[in-house]
């Protein structure tokens, strides 16, 4: 008899330093270059918005993004590998944009390794365009691997979502 998986009520909570040793666990198990626990507490120090998905105790996902002056720059963006292909990374995206219009941003980005092809149909099916490449961007095994820059431009009558208002 196998088990039968229940859905998740989820909500977003405040990256903490006290939470960092499951991210950083589940940043393991999803990269082959996963971002250090100094990486993730630069970023919370600098005060990005660095978000946890949450179901009940269990973490989902999570996201680390920098704003600017009319942009928000998406730095990490994670579900953990147990919840993939659950719809999780769009609500994360969507709730990414919602706080980003309240923060009167007009544009969200971001880069992507060139073959993560599972993540570029995401953020394509959300309404990112592919902009521009960046060169021997990410570490990878063997040298270096490209990344393929997006973009979102965001507002209330034009977004992925059907104009979703904060």
């Known amino acids: 008899m196998s088990a039968v998986l229940q859905p998740l009520e989820a909500r977003l909570d405040a ?34 918005h660095c978000q946890l998905l949450m179901g009940g105790d269990t973490l989902i996902g999570y996201f680390v993004a920098m704003k600017g002056v009319d942009e928000v720059h998406l730095l990490n963006f994670t579900v953990a590998p147990e919840f993939q292909r659950r719809g999780w990374a769009p609500l994360m995206l969507e709730a990414l944009a919602g706080w980003s219009r309240g923060e009167g941003v007009q544009w969200l980005w971001l880069e992507v390794r060139v073959s993560n092809e599972r993540a570029l149909h995401i953020y394509e099916r959300q309404g990112f365009r592919r902009v521009g490449v960046r060169k021997a961007y990410y570490p990878a095994f063997a040298g270096r691997e490209d990344a393929v820059v997006m973009s979102l431009r965001l507002n209330e009558t034009n977004s992925a979502w059907g104009g979703l208002a904060p």
Do not use: K
């Open 15 to 48: 990256m903490t330093v006290d939470r960092l040793a499951t991210v950083c666990a589940v940043e393991d198990r999803a990269y082959s270059h996963p971002w250090t626990r100094a990486n993730f507490i630069d970023s919370m120090a600098a005060g990005y």
